[in-house]
């Protein structure tokens, strides 16, 4: 997931397409250009985010039992234009969405595991899901925008999405052909050097595929038909060995060859490195956290434990740079594997992800709760004030005044700005 090409890939795209800044040299981010709206996540300008953050904010919300702020769904529902469709970020939801606005399969499809996680929302969805189709490849997969070329991260999040609104991936074609079609496509035979069984993003144009980690997390997620909330898979009997068919691999031999690199990448040093050309020899935060979901999910869980600790350690500074969607991710880490990320390296990712944006229905009612409990506490401390200063008082009148101030905490919110990288 990598924080995402919604996040990132048209924040760039006018520049470098899928450029992004490495992520812990990452500089701060820029101020604004547009206003915070009232619900949403983050800090930071969401002009090419913010309904990716929204959505995996509040689908990491559920999947810890975290009831969200109703401003907060609200915000996200309010994104969707007439046709079902998600922009990475509207200014003005009441103006009506036009050829102008640039619409995206990441963001509709990500809108969509959050919606369907939280229930009560099939209308959207299933509008959401309709527009989806409507603009799927002949070779069965999804790019980023509508028409462009299928890559391995949008196709998976998309399957990721039918899944999540009670479809099977494999049914929805387009001219006779899969999801699964378009990731075997973009899947590298064992015996490629560069990478045997990873997934690439795109091929480049001389139409050579080149192995991309980020690619390959998302590529294995999508072949088995899971979210980004994926569950620990069962444990696998079958060697963990990239294996070739003469005949077209089916979505469990390319999950299973896809596992088979991101094992081997992170098994030396815990962590996978930055591809970006041109940076620093450092590690890849979010890429790592989603090798994790993806060897788990496998049922590979064994060799998901190193880069899982690894994250345990050394992920804190760069989750508080990078704001809601890096906690969602570790969070999705975290649940994968079986970990407690209330727990996680000494840090609750539960909380420190609720921070970043309004309070969540549970926590304010028992905000609410408290605060009442402290007003009735005093008010009966002052009724016994009352009792015994009107028994002291030869007069029997004694005017008692209360005050009672409130005190109110202000939330730091943190950055959100860390943007996915492509090959």
Known sequence: MNIRRSAATLAAAAVVLGAAVPAVAAPPAPTPTVAIPDGLYGAADPTYDGVWRQSVALLAQRTTG???????????????????????????????????????????????????????????????????????????????????????????????????????????????????????????????????????????????????ADATAAGVLGVLGKGFAAQAGKPSTDARTCGDSPKPLTPSALARNGARYLASAVGGAGYLKSVLPGAEDQPDYGNTADAVVALAAQGWTEQAKKPLAWLQQHSAAWAKQSGPAAYAQLIFAARAMGADPRHFGGSDLVALLNATGPAPQDEAKASGAAADDKKDDKSAKSDKADEKDASDSVFGVWWTVGVFLVAGAGIGFLISGRKRRQP
């Open 66 to 212: 975290v009831t969200p702020a109703a401003g907060a769904v609200a915000w996200l529902t309010g994104q969707q234009c007439a046709n079902g469709a998600f922009a990475a970020f509207r200014a003005d939801p009441a103006k009506a969405c036009d050829a102008k606005l640039m619409v995206d399969t990441n963001s509709t499809a990500a809108a969509v595991q959050a919606l369907a996680a939280l229930g009560g929302h099939e209308a959207a969805t299933d509008k959401a899901v309709g527009w989806l189709k409507s603009v799927q490849n002949a070779d069965g997969g999804w790019g980023y925008a509508p028409g462009g070329a299928s890559d391995a991260n949008s196709t998976s999040v998309v399957a990721g999405a039918l899944t999540a609104t009670g479809q099977q991936p494999a049914q929805v074609k387009k001219a006779g052909k899969s999801p699964y079609d378009a990731l075997a496509g973009l899947s590298l035979p064992c015996g490629d050097a560069s990478g045997g069984g990873a997934f690439a993003y795109q091929p480049d144009k001389k139409g050579a595929l080149a192995a991309n």
